[in-house]
């Protein structure tokens, strides 16, 4: 049976549904069987990937509001291995139409059970808030994968994503496991990022990834050409970053991976912690790792060392690119 991760933060910009093509790409060319629901009504995950939302028939809408068999959504967005069970904007409305929906929360659960022996991996990219879209998405998951980005506000909010977290493993599925938290957008220029780096490492010890995604001008670009960076500038620090971040995931399991430990609970309570806590002083647990080499369409700008693995191992994918950002 495939693993089921949501990609969650309810703070907009940090990353998920870069997180998630660019995840879904590059385990597809791993020879992974690979879905990618994007269950965000904004649809960028959709658009991300080159598929027309405006000539859509159906789209998940139809699977949590109609009925709708999830085979019947799901198109190719032209990679072997890939598909894409699409949003469009009538996912605006679900929300809405949900609330005195019989098992509402369910409906993502429901839709996926039978075609989770097709896949080796469902990815889950979810929209900027906790309500039930995101809730359906936590119900199904088996893990959740938790971008940060590295800046001031990184742990803002993460206390409430804590919480829900736990009530949701109380409540509708115990067997949810945080796999981790990947920090994204990496400056190696700012003290600050590498503050960021320092403090989520340190109160979140083993549940951080190694490889930390740099800031990149090309991640950018990659969507408005509907490409991952894997086909967009495939030697770039970004794309060699989430090329290791996909490793890692594969290599974790639901029962070794970095969400291993039993409690949610740990991510309101560390989140607690940390917050406003970025700038203090700590051990520095951080080494260099060489940058990336920078090639694709255009030439990527200056590159840094990132933080150390978290869990032993060696670090990957740690530049900056683009001197203009």
Do not use: W
Not at 56 to 82: M, R
Not at 158 to 173: E, F, H, M, V, Y
């Amino acid at each position: 049976m495939g693993r089921v991760i949501a990609i969650t933060n309810q703070k907009g910009g940090v990353g998920k549904t870069t997180t998630a093509v660019n995840l879904a790409a590059y385990a597809a060319a791993a020879g992974r069987q690979v879905l990618l629901v994007d269950m965000d009504p904004q649809g960028n995950a959709t658009a991300g990937l080159a598929v027309d939302r405006m000539s859509l028939s159906a789209s998940i809408y139809d699977c949590l509001c109609g009925g709708a068999a999830i085979e019947s959504v799901t198109v190719a967005p032209g990679q072997d291995g890939l598909r894409v069970a699409p949003s469009t904007l009538d996912l605006a409305g679900a929300e809405v139409e949900l609330v005195p929906a019989l098992a509402r929360e369910m409906r993502l659960r429901t839709a996926l059970a039978p075609v989770r022996d097709h896949y080796d991996l469902v990815l889950v990219d979810t929209p900027p808030s906790l309500g039930l879209l995101t809730v359906n998405s936590l119900t199904a998951a088996d893990e959740v994968l938790i971008p940060i980005q590295c800046e001031f506000y990184a742990l803002e909010g993460l206390n409430q994503l804590g919480k829900t977290l736990s009530l949701i493993r109380a409540q509708l599925n115990p067997g949810l496991r945080v796999l981790g938290v990947v920090l994204t957008m990496y400056d190696s220029r700012t003290r600050l990022s590498q503050q960021v780096v320092e403090a989520v490492r340190r109160e979140f010890p083993e549940r951080v990834f190694e490889t930390v995604i740099p800031r990149s001008v090309r991640l950018a670009e990659a969507p408005s050409y509907g490409e991952p960076i894997l086909r967009y500038a495939p030697g770039s620090p970004g794309a060699v970053a989430y090329a290791e971040l996909t490793r890692e995931v594969l290599e974790s399991g639901t029962e070794t991976g970095a969400g291993s430990a039993d409690t949610v609970g740990d991510v309101a309570r560390a989140a607690g912690t940390a917050e406003g806590d970025g700038g203090s002083d700590r051990d520095d647990r951080r080494q260099s790792v060489p940058a990336a080499p920078a090639e694709g369409r255009a030439e990527d700008g200056g590159a840094g060392g990132l933080g150390a693995p978290a869990r032993g191992g060696a670090a990957a994918g740690g530049a900056s690119e683009g001197r203009g950002i």
